[in-house]
């Protein structure tokens, strides 16, 4: 018997791939439940989830990716999930994964389970630049929580029920995933990577814009070394 | 400080005083937030009233100047202040946050309900 597992996918304003997504979810592993976070879509998401007749939370007010992930984190928490897979819905995130994130956690080899596009280099790569901004972070993690990660931003993860009580009480806001790496190993959650292939993005665009990037980076590091600073004293 | 000077800075500073109050009766300021404000008036109407104090204090701080002190602590002041605000409009944004997604958990099961009761109704 496979955990209880809910994968929760935020979307903000994804009318074209939403859809996609989802049936992707549906067919590769149907023996999991799913959770479309609508982060407030000005466009017409809503009315195609409605129409679908999947479960889904609409939030009144934007939150951004890391308010919509807590979101489903805290929905998973209330109905008693064992495990949760966040996954962009933007089509990226190739579903076929699931099941092998899953059967780690339910192994009891990790609490976390990222799939990582740089383990094994396939698939889409990301450009030059953003890939020395994630090797940046990923020492960066490792020198502040031991935690050995290739892909520190992706967004393709499962985690088991503590680590959900941990994100539904407190989760990253902005741009959440490498913080909340260091949140979870510095309380002892053990983090491991699988190698994925991921798509290049089929709409929309990265949450991280090339004007941003010093502002992410600056707030990101930050946020890591006071997390740091801050588990010292726990 | 010449005393015409010293009673139109009284005046000011009465001025500064019937605006808090107005807005706190108004209901528009909450009195947590408006403290800061008053205790800096009251702050400031003492050191109009007895102007030697400012000299002593700035003194102390090793300050030459009477007005560069009084500046760098009006200054020092107004950091304080806009830093409160940071702290509260941070504290906000995580209520919002949290009862946004309250909001959405509650509405998913209200959705879902009203779509049982229509169901049994058909």
Same mark, same amino acid.
């Given at each position: 018997?496979?955990?209880?597992?809910?994968?929760?996918?935020p979307?903000?304003?994804?009318?074209?791939?939403?859809?996609?997504?989802?049936k992707?979810v549906?067919?590769?592993?149907?023996?999991?439940?799913l959770l479309v976070?609508?982060?407030c879509?000005e466009?017409d998401t809503?009315?195609?989830?409605?129409?679908?007749?999947?479960?889904f939370?609409d939030?009144?007010?934007?939150l951004?990716?890391g308010?919509a992930?807590?979101a489903?984190?805290?929905?998973a928490l209330?109905n008693?999930?064992?495990?949760?897979?966040?996954l962009d819905?933007?089509g990226?995130?190739?579903p076929r994964?699931?099941s092998?994130?899953?059967k780690?956690?339910e192994?009891g080899?990790a609490?976390?389970?990222?799939?990582?596009?740089f383990l094994?280099?396939?698939?889409?790569?990301?450009s030059?630049a953003?890939?020395?901004?994630i090797?940046f972070? /990923?020492?960066l993690?490792?020198?502040?929580s031991?935690?050995?990660v290739t892909?520190?931003?992706?967004?393709?993860r499962?985690?088991?029920a503590e680590?959900?009580?941990?994100?539904?009480e /407190?989760?990253?806001v902005?741009?959440?995933e490498?913080?909340a790496?260091?949140?979870a190993?510095?309380?002892?959650?053990?983090?491991?990577?699988?190698?994925?292939?991921m798509?290049?993005?089929?709409?929309?665009?990265s949450s991280?814009?090339?004007l941003h990037?010093?502002y992410?980076m600056?707030?990101?590091?930050?946020?890591i070394?006071?997390?740091r600073?801050?588990?010292?004293?726990a | 400080?010449?005393l015409?000077l010293?009673l139109?800075?009284?005046?000011?500073e009465?001025? #500064?005083f019937?605006?808090?109050?107005y807005f706190?009766?108004?209901?528009?300021?909450?009195l947590? #937030?408006t403290?800061i404000?008053l205790?800096?008036?009251?702050?400031m109407?003492?050191l109009?009233?007895w102007?030697?104090?400012?000299v002593?204090?700035?003194r102390?701080f090793?300050?030459q100047?009477?007005?560069?002190?009084?500046f760098s602590?009006?200054?020092?002041f107004?950091?304080?202040i806009i830093?409160?605000?940071t702290?509260?409009v941070s504290k906000?944004?995580d209520k919002?946050?949290?009862?946004t997604?309250?909001?959405a958990?509650l509405e998913?099961?209200?959705r879902?309900?009203?779509?049982?009761?229509e169901g049994?109704?058909?």
């Amino acid at each position: 018997m496979m955990l209880k597992t809910l994968v929760i996918i935020p979307a903000f304003n994804e009318r074209e791939c939403i859809e996609n997504t989802i049936k992707e979810v549906q067919s590769a592993c149907p023996e999991v439940d799913l959770l479309v976070v609508n982060d407030c879509s000005e466009d017409d998401t809503a009315d195609i989830l409605r129409r679908l007749r999947v479960p889904f939370l609409d939030l009144p007010v934007n939150l951004g990716i890391g308010g919509a992930v807590q979101a489903g984190y805290r929905y998973a928490l209330e109905n008693g999930y064992e495990a949760a897979i966040q996954l962009d819905g933007d089509g990226q995130h190739d579903p076929r994964y699931l099941s092998e994130m899953v059967k780690t956690l339910e192994n009891g080899d990790a609490d976390i389970v990222i799939g990582s596009r740089f383990l094994e280099k396939e698939g889409f790569q990301s450009s030059g630049a953003r890939r020395a901004g994630i090797r940046f972070l /990923d020492r960066l993690i490792g020198l502040c929580s031991g935690v050995v990660v290739t892909d520190c931003t992706s967004g393709f993860r499962a985690v088991s029920a503590e680590n959900i009580r941990l994100y539904a009480e /407190d989760y990253p806001v902005d741009y959440p995933e490498p913080e909340a790496i260091v949140q979870a190993a510095l309380k002892g959650a053990r983090i491991r990577e699988i190698p994925v292939v991921m798509r290049e993005r089929k709409t929309g665009s990265s949450s991280i814009r090339p004007l941003h990037s010093v502002y992410y980076m600056t707030k990101v590091s930050l946020a890591i070394l006071l997390l740091r600073l801050g588990g010292k004293r726990a | 400080m010449s005393l015409t000077l010293q009673l139109s800075m009284i005046a000011a500073e009465l001025i #500064y005083f019937a605006v808090i109050l107005y807005f706190l009766k108004k209901k528009t300021l909450s009195l947590k #937030y408006t403290l800061i404000w008053l205790i800096g008036g009251l702050v400031m109407l003492i050191l109009t009233i007895w102007p030697m104090l400012m000299v002593r204090l700035v003194r102390l701080f090793g300050v030459q100047d009477q007005m560069n002190g009084l500046f760098s602590m009006l200054f020092f002041f107004i950091l304080m202040i806009i830093m409160s605000l940071t702290s509260i409009v941070s504290k906000q944004s995580d209520k919002i946050r949290s009862l946004t997604q309250e909001t959405a958990l509650l509405e998913k099961r209200i959705r879902e309900m009203e779509d049982i009761s229509e169901g049994k109704n058909d």
